[in-house]
Structure formats: structure tokens, C-alpha cells
């Protein structure tokens, strides 16, 4: 976790496809169950951070008798501390000017501070079809969460269409056949890299 503190942002790839041959580690699958997963994760890591800076700027008070923390740093951090235990993103609360300053001088670290960008990965055949039963309520599950970008992707379709490769002129005609069949689908992975 200390590793996605250091980022400037965050992918969350999510599985959106059924497949008995690809085991998922809940036995099951459930976009939204895991996407509640991974927050939580980030969430509990983010209240240890915020508790720890919270304790060290008190303690660093206590030494010095003439320092007194501002009623803005009790409310910021209290009302941080509440998104996080109901396992909500830090970029999910209302916040003033003046307490997005608080929180960037204090908190800078913190991991759902950080724009998220989401990509539900399909089945080839729901993302040639542009359609899968997971888009919906991962739409609704990510605005309920802080926002963020949601992706439709297929690993499998991009593996498919990366592997036709060889000399210009075979490449071209390999992918573009590939294409063709694909229903207009292209591949998304520079739109990932952008992030939008």
C-alpha cells in the first residue's frame, strides 16, 4: 500500500465477465462486491495514515506550549476520519477551499485523495457487443463513491488484437480483418493511458 501512496493516481481493474476456467478468489463473480473490497482496503489504509499525522501534529503541540492547533484541523480531521470509517474516499466529501488546503498540508500521502480511474474488464464478446450487465451499476456504485472515469476494456480482446503482429504490410491486414469483426470495437489502451 505504501507504493500507491506514492502515486499520482489510480487504475482499479475490475473483473466483469464470467469464466469457469478463470478462478476468482471469492468463488464467485460480483463487480461491485470487489469494488466495495478494494475500497475498504484503501479506506482502512488511509485512516491509519490520517490517525498517525493526527497524533504526531498533537503531540508536536504538546511540546511547545505557545502552539495551538486551529479548530479547522479538528473538524478536518474528524470529518475525515468519519468518510473512512463508513468506507468512504476522502474525494467523496464536501469540502471547502479552505479545508482542501487543511488536507493537503496535512494529509498529502493519503490514498483516496487520488483521482481513480475504473476499468471493468469484459468478456471479448461483451465488449464487441458494447454491453455488459455490470456497466450500469458500476456507474451508479462510482458515483456514489467519489467519482471517478469508467473504462470498458477487454483483456482478452486487446491480447487478441496486440498478437497480430509481423512485417507492415501483414500486420496491417491481420488487424484490420481483426477489426472488421470486432463490430467497431476498438482498442481502448490509449485512452487508458490517458486516463479519460
Same mark, same amino acid.
Given at each position: 500500500? +505504501? &507504493?500507491?501512496?506514492?502515486?499520482?493516481?489510480?487504475? &482499479?481493474?475490475?473483473?466483469?465477465?464470467?469464466?469457469?476456467?478463470?478462478? &476468482?478468489?471469492?468463488?464467485? !463473480?460480483?463487480?461491485?462486491?470487489?469494488?466495495?473490497?478494494?475500497?475498504?482496503?484503501?479506506?482502512?489504509?488511509?485512516?491509519? #495514515?490520517?490517525? /498517525?499525522?493526527?497524533?504526531?501534529?498533537?503531540?508536536?503541540?504538546?511540546?511547545?506550549?505557545?502552539?495551538? $492547533?486551529?479548530?479547522?484541523?479538528? +473538524?478536518?480531521?474528524?470529518? @475525515?476520519?468519519?468518510?473512512?470509517?463508513?468506507?468512504?474516499?476522502?474525494?467523496?466529501?464536501?469540502?471547502? +477551499?479552505?479545508?482542501?488546503?487543511? @488536507?493537503?498540508?496535512?494529509?498529502?500521502?493519503?490514498? /483516496?485523495?487520488?483521482?481513480?480511474? #475504473?476499468?471493468?474488464?469484459?468478456?471479448?464478446?461483451?465488449?464487441?457487443?458494447?454491453?455488459?450487465?455490470?456497466?450500469?451499476?458500476?456507474?451508479?456504485?462510482?458515483?456514489? &463513491?467519489?467519482?471517478?472515469?469508467?473504462?470498458?476494456?477487454?483483456?482478452?480482446?486487446?491480447?487478441? *488484437?496486440?498478437?497480430?503482429?509481423?512485417?507492415?504490410?501483414?500486420?496491417? /491486414?491481420?488487424?484490420?480483418? *481483426? $477489426?472488421? +469483426?470486432?463490430?467497431?470495437?476498438?482498442?481502448?489502451?490509449?485512452? !487508458?493511458?490517458?486516463? /479519460?
Amino acid at each position: 500500500m +505504501s &507504493h500507491i501512496q506514492a502515486v499520482d493516481g489510480i487504475f &482499479h481493474c475490475v473483473r466483469a465477465f464470467d469464466n469457469d476456467e478463470i478462478v &476468482h478468489v471469492d468463488d464467485s !463473480i460480483d463487480a461491485l462486491r470487489d469494488l466495495e473490497t478494494i475500497q475498504a482496503e484503501l479506506c482502512k489504509k488511509d485512516i491509519q #495514515y490520517v490517525l /498517525t499525522q493526527k497524533d504526531k501534529r498533537i503531540k508536536d503541540v504538546k511540546k511547545d506550549p505557545t502552539m495551538k $492547533l486551529p479548530a479547522l484541523f479538528f +473538524s478536518v480531521m474528524d470529518k @475525515i476520519i468519519a468518510l473512512l470509517e463508513e468506507n468512504k474516499p476522502i474525494i467523496a466529501g464536501d469540502w471547502t +477551499s479552505p479545508e482542501v488546503e487543511k @488536507i493537503n498540508e496535512l494529509i498529502p500521502n493519503a490514498i /483516496t485523495t487520488k483521482p481513480v480511474v #475504473y476499468l471493468a474488464n469484459l468478456s471479448k464478446k461483451a465488449f464487441v457487443n458494447k454491453g455488459s450487465k455490470w456497466l450500469e451499476p458500476m456507474m451508479k456504485w462510482i458515483k456514489a &463513491h467519489g467519482g471517478g472515469v469508467l473504462i470498458p476494456m477487454s483483456v482478452e480482446w486487446e491480447q487478441e *488484437f496486440w498478437a497480430l503482429r509481423g512485417d507492415a504490410a501483414e500486420e496491417k /491486414t491481420a488487424r484490420d480483418a *481483426f $477489426l472488421k +469483426s470486432s463490430n467497431g470495437a476498438k482498442s481502448v489502451l490509449p485512452r !487508458i493511458v490517458k486516463g /479519460t
